[in-house]
């Protein structure tokens, strides 16, 4: 019975999850994460760990699911504005020559290592969570990467 009222609670918080900032939606997912693993460690049954979807929820978003889904449109918002920063700066710089003659701008290794600490954050949540996260962050990457070669192709041709 608990553990359906907590269900319904996390339904209730997913409604305003646009609502709470970045770090409370971390926070809350840590908490659930750290709930799930509690029951883990008393031997509950794995599909009994799940939040079941709460009687009054819609079955196609339970909250949860709207609280993860909020962060990972925050955080891909974040990630895709630093990535614009970044290819700016290296539309508009000269890359960088390496002592084996091949030519490189940072711009990329600078993206990577910033997805590469948020993964870290998300990695104690969900592994799901990070594959949602990594896979959209890197298809916009790969998109925008594409515009900027057109665009330096465009200015040498």
């Not at 409604?15 to 659930?32: D, F, H, N, R, Y």
């Not at 969570?129 to 057109?150: D, M, S």
Request: aromatic share 8%; hydrophobic share 45%; proline share 3%.
């Amino acid at each position: 019975m608990y553990h359906v009222q907590f269900a319904q609670a996390m339904d209730t918080v997913g409604q305003v999850a646009q609502a709470l900032s970045t770090a409370g939606q971390l926070a809350l997912m840590q908490w659930v994460a750290g709930y799930q693993q509690t029951l883990r460690g008393l031997g509950v049954q794995e599909e009994l760990v799940r939040l079941p979807v709460a009687p009054l929820s819609c079955e196609a978003s339970p909250g949860f699911a709207l609280l993860i889904n909020s962060y990972t449109d925050r955080m891909e918002d974040t990630m895709s504005a630093w990535f614009r920063a970044i290819l700016a700066q290296d539309v508009a710089g000269q890359p960088q020559q390496m002592s084996d003659g091949a030519l490189r701008t940072p711009g990329v290794v600078d993206f990577f290592r910033m997805l590469n600490e948020q993964v870290s954050v998300l990695e104690e949540i969900s592994l799901c969570t990070v594959a949602v996260v990594l896979t959209t962050c890197v298809e916009r990457q790969g998109h925008l990467q594409a515009a900027r070669l057109r665009l330096k192709a465009g200015r040498y041709a």
